[in-house]
């Protein structure tokens, strides 16, 4: 089976932007998972969708949101763009389970000017 | 809410050596589940393992094992005869068991490991 995958791999975008990550997960996976990656808060929880809905959500502000189609596949949107976004956006898909591993795709590195 | 410490920053290893990486963790839960993680330079990370906490026996996979200390709250990662391609941050991760909130993972601040030819 094909892996989870992320595009784009890169982005450059200024402040004030909105900028949308897809991601695809593993085939038959039913849960989608995202994850901001920083060197100084290392890696934090976004939200996860499964079947279209969002079924957990951290603790960031209401810039971010997302969503999820009928073919699993999600992307994420963050609007108003601010320096402290730059981050790898990690995505992660699981089978649907709530106890199911999550396998992670490689990422998409976000870069705010 | 859970918390996730990796108390090792970086560390080295001798190829064909063996290195234990150290993780504790801080929980009101009694069921839940425990991962490893490494993330190569090139950034896609990998399971390395899982352990489901109500098991009392050390998951292994391979060249890597757990030393999983529930009352301890401590789930150390032991890789047996390092290769280069261990090269890697590792992270340590935990997830709350339930039935239908979501699964979620929290992570340690992750150990930098670096195998030396």
């Known amino acids: 089976k094909a892996g989870v995958t992320q595009t784009p791999r890169y982005l450059i975008k200024t402040r004030g932007q909105q900028v949308t990550l897809s991601c695809s997960p593993i085939s038959g996976h039913r849960s989608v998972s995202w994850y901001q990656q920083t060197p100084g808060q290392g890696l934090q929880f976004l939200f996860e969708?499964?079947?279209?809905?969002?079924?957990n959500k951290g603790n960031f502000p209401g810039r971010f949101s997302g969503r999820q189609f009928s073919n699993s596949r999600s992307e994420m949107n963050v609007s108003t763009l601010e320096l402290g976004d730059s981050a790898l956006y990690l995505c992660a898909s699981s089978e649907g389970h709530p106890t199911d591993t999550q396998y992670f795709g490689p990422g998409t590195r976000l870069t705010v000017l | 809410a859970q918390t996730v410490t990796q108390s090792q920053p970086e560390m080295s290893v001798q190829e064909a050596e063996t290195v234990t990486l150290s993780c504790t963790y801080d929980?009101?839960?009694?069921?839940?589940?425990l991962f490893w993680y490494k993330q190569p330079p090139s950034r896609q990370m990998i399971l390395v393992i899982r352990?489901?906490?109500?098991?009392?026996q050390n998951a292994t996979e391979n060249r890597f094992s757990v030393n999983f200390q529930k009352a301890a709250k401590s789930f150390s990662l032991k890789i047996s005869d390092s290769q280069l391609g261990d090269t890697a941050m590792y992270f340590c991760a935990f997830m709350k068991r339930t039935n239908n909130a979501g699964n979620m993972l929290t992570f340690g601040g992750g150990t930098r490991l670096m195998v030396k030819p």
């Open positions: 969708y499964f079947s279209e809905t969002q079924r």
């Open positions: 352990q489901e906490a109500y098991k009392q």
């Open positions: 929980t009101s839960e009694n069921n839940y589940y």
